[in-house]
């Protein structure tokens, strides 16, 4: 294989607090027409070695490669897309949400192909697609023949020169805690089906492991348990049939969407090990100081694809699903009970991006114990917003009722499980959380986890810094004007700012 895997993956998702350093307006808002330069400056002012260019669920801009390629000529001919840079299109699921900009997206691709043929530079640009919910392998096949069809579709009725791309590489979004678990069926299917209809196996593949969604349905540590097992058996699968992989995990700044910051990137090379993309997303970028940020980006670019995956028997993996369900249990219990302010908080997230509506037609909703819940971002900024982390969410419960044994496989699977409870512990308003169970004993059992949590790890949560002061004094006033039903939409951006994520 020549082509090089990058290091860096940008991204759009929305989870800056602060507003861009190359916006001129200030509002933290970014629209569709400001993308085009903001992959540009991911790329030039960053170091990112790869971007993803989201067409799932939300508005985008559709000449991405014409512009980038008319308005930062001379930054791409020096930088081609395709070799030393990369744009990766996140395509919609079409069994989830209708794929009327499916269509669009592939045809980009392959006239993308065309304009770099004619500028005479590195063709083809953009080669492989992200589908998320990657669930069957069946669903991987299906996008790669469509794109084989449209490209012969295209030369019948363009009379284009016939050339052989006809094939696009495509990368599973693993997205729930029971797939990452069972990746090893998904690939071996999808190899099997792909040595069918091509002749051959596939040259490589570029597994993407979330992080963020499964910690949003079933809590922290399934999550950070999911994406291990997964690393594990992505190169159990590699050794034994010979095919590279090279997995990809998205990750956002705060613990429980990932944990990976600027001033957190060698604790995360350390964590998550045999990972050789990561994703980079808007809060890495922006709510920190941007010499930070570009510092993290280099540190990743140089050191994430050496560090070496830890290797699990298939014991230690059933042992580490088991454990994840005594957590995930009393987390979704949590959710129901927490539900209803849960929400009222999250829908007042302002909005960073031109994402459609997430029900009905255009997209698609995340779903708990049958709850339309919020995408993992707004969750997590509700949360933190009010002074009570995500991260303890049935904690306690789950982590009590572990033998000494499944103990010792939890920090063996998570080795910074204790420093990373005791980080975000650092965000816990006390105060808030007393009021909250006062007023609502389905509170009281969130109280319960954090005592737990905070016995067993001889801590003592809450604020340490000036900043984290200053956080819980915004999550204070956040709650009274909650309380009173008045706005306190600025109280979410002002807290997200002294946390550097919004959520």
Same mark, same amino acid.
């Given at each position: 294989?020549?082509?090089?895997?990058?290091?860096?993956?940008?991204?759009?998702?929305?989870?800056?607090?602060? +507003?861009?350093?190359?916006? #001129?307006?200030?509002?933290?808002?970014?629209?569709?027409?400001?993308?085009?330069?903001?992959?540009?400056?991911?790329?030039?002012?960053?170091?990112?070695?790869?971007?993803?260019? !989201?067409?799932?669920?939300?508005?985008?801009?559709?000449?991405?490669? $014409?512009?980038?390629?008319?308005?930062?000529?001379?930054?791409?001919?020096?930088?081609?897309?395709?070799?030393?840079?990369?744009? #990766?299109?996140?395509?919609?699921?079409?069994?989830?949400?209708?794929?009327?900009?499916?269509?669009?997206?592939?045809?980009?691709?392959?006239?993308?192909?065309?304009?770099?043929?004619?500028?005479?530079?590195?063709?083809?640009?953009?080669?492989?697609?992200?589908?998320?919910?990657?669930?069957?392998? !069946?669903?991987?096949?299906?996008?790669?023949?469509?794109?084989?069809?449209? +490209?012969?579709?295209?030369?019948?009725?363009? $009379?284009?020169?016939?050339?052989?791309?006809?094939?696009?590489?495509?990368?599973?979004?693993?997205?729930?805690?029971?797939?990452?678990?069972?990746?090893?069926?998904?690939?071996?299917?999808?190899?099997?089906?792909?040595?069918?209809?091509?002749?051959?196996?596939?040259?490589?593949? @570029?597994?993407?492991?979330?992080?963020?969604?499964?910690?949003?349905?079933?809590?922290?540590?399934?999550?950070?348990?999911?994406?291990?097992? *997964?690393?594990?058996?992505?190169?159990?699968?590699?050794?034994?049939?010979?095919?590279?992989?090279?997995?990809?995990?998205?990750?956002?700044?705060?613990?429980?969407?990932?944990?990976?910051?600027?001033?957190?990137?060698?604790?995360?090379?350390?964590?998550?090990?045999?990972?050789?993309?990561?994703?980079?997303?808007?809060?890495? @970028?922006?709510?920190?100081?941007?010499?930070? +940020?570009?510092?993290?980006?280099?540190?990743?670019?140089?050191?994430?694809?050496?560090?070496?995956?830890?290797?699990?028997?298939?014991?230690?993996?059933?042992?580490?699903?088991?454990?994840?369900?005594?957590?995930?249990?009393?987390?979704?219990?949590?959710?129901?009970?927490?539900?209803?302010?849960?929400?009222?908080?999250?829908?007042?997230?302002?909005?960073?991006?031109?994402?459609?509506?997430?029900?009905?037609?255009?997209?698609?909703? /995340?779903?708990?114990?049958?709850?339309?819940?919020?995408?993992?971002?707004?969750?997590?900024?509700?949360?933190?917003?009010?002074?009570?982390?995500?991260?303890?969410?049935?904690?306690? @419960?789950?982590?009590?009722?572990? #033998?000494? /044994?499944?103990?010792?496989?939890?920090?063996?699977?998570? @080795?910074?499980?204790? !420093?990373?409870?005791?980080?975000?512990? /650092?965000?816990?308003? *006390?105060?808030?959380? =007393?009021?909250?169970?006062?007023? $609502?004993?389905?509170?009281?059992?969130?109280?319960?986890?954090?005592?737990?949590?905070?016995?067993?790890?001889?801590?003592?949560?809450?604020?340490?810094?000036?900043?984290?002061?200053?956080?819980?004094?915004? #999550?204070?006033?956040?709650?009274?004007?909650?309380?009173?039903?008045?706005?306190? =939409?600025?109280?979410?951006?002002?807290?997200?700012?002294?946390?550097?994520?919004?959520?």
């Amino acid at each position: 294989m020549t082509r090089r895997i990058p290091a860096t993956m940008g991204t759009q998702h929305p989870d800056n607090a602060a +507003a861009p350093y190359w916006e #001129t307006d200030g509002d933290a808002f970014v629209n569709v027409h400001e993308e085009v330069d903001e992959c540009h400056s991911a790329f030039a002012d960053l170091g990112c070695e790869e971007y993803m260019w !989201d067409w799932e669920g939300k508005f985008v801009d559709e000449a991405v490669i $014409d512009r980038l390629f008319s308005q930062h000529h001379a930054f791409f001919t020096k930088r081609q897309i395709g070799r030393d840079v990369f744009l #990766t299109f996140r395509i919609p699921n079409i069994w989830e949400e209708k794929g009327y900009s499916l269509g669009r997206a592939l045809m980009g691709i392959l006239t993308a192909e065309d304009m770099a043929y004619d500028l005479g530079i590195h063709r083809p640009p953009l080669f492989e697609v992200i589908l998320p919910m990657a669930d069957r392998a !069946d669903k991987l096949l299906h996008i790669q023949k469509t794109f084989s069809s449209m +490209a012969e579709l295209k030369h019948r009725l363009f $009379d284009t020169p016939k050339n052989d791309f006809t094939y696009v590489e495509i990368i599973p979004l693993i997205e729930g805690v029971e797939h990452l678990f069972g990746i090893r069926k998904l690939l071996d299917d999808f190899v099997a089906l792909h040595v069918k209809q091509y002749g051959c196996k596939p040259a490589y593949i @570029r597994p993407f492991l979330a992080r963020s969604d499964p910690a949003l349905v079933s809590g922290l540590v399934p999550a950070v348990l999911a994406v291990k097992a *997964a690393i594990s058996e992505a190169y159990r699968f590699s050794a034994d049939t010979g095919i590279p992989v090279f997995p990809i995990v998205g990750t956002g700044s705060l613990v429980f969407r990932g944990g990976l910051a600027p001033n957190r990137v060698k604790k995360f090379v350390a964590e998550y090990g045999g990972v050789c993309t990561a994703t980079i997303q808007s809060g890495f @970028r922006y709510d920190y100081p941007l010499d930070e +940020a570009k510092k993290g980006i280099r540190y990743l670019n140089a050191n994430l694809a050496a560090a070496k995956p830890l290797l699990l028997t298939a014991a230690e993996i059933a042992a580490a699903k088991k454990i994840a369900e005594k957590f995930t249990v009393p987390y979704r219990a949590a959710l129901k009970n927490l539900y209803r302010t849960i929400m009222t908080v999250a829908d007042a997230v302002p909005r960073r991006r031109e994402r459609r509506l997430h029900i009905g037609l255009l997209g698609y909703g /995340r779903k708990v114990g049958g709850k339309r819940f919020p995408r993992a971002i707004n969750f997590t900024a509700a949360l933190y917003s009010l002074g009570v982390p995500p991260e303890f969410l049935g904690l306690g @419960r789950g982590y009590a009722a572990l #033998t000494e /044994r499944e103990r010792a496989l939890l920090r063996k699977m998570y @080795r910074g499980f204790d !420093d990373e409870v005791v980080e975000a512990g /650092r965000y816990l308003n *006390a105060a808030n959380l =007393a009021k909250l169970c006062a007023a $609502d004993r389905r509170w009281q059992p969130i109280a319960g986890d954090i005592a737990v949590m905070a016995s067993a790890l001889n801590a003592t949560f809450g604020p340490e810094t000036m900043e984290q002061e200053l956080h819980a004094v915004e #999550t204070s006033a956040l709650l009274i004007l909650l309380k009173n039903k008045k706005d306190f =939409a600025k109280h979410i951006i002002q807290s997200g700012r002294l946390r550097r994520s919004l959520g």
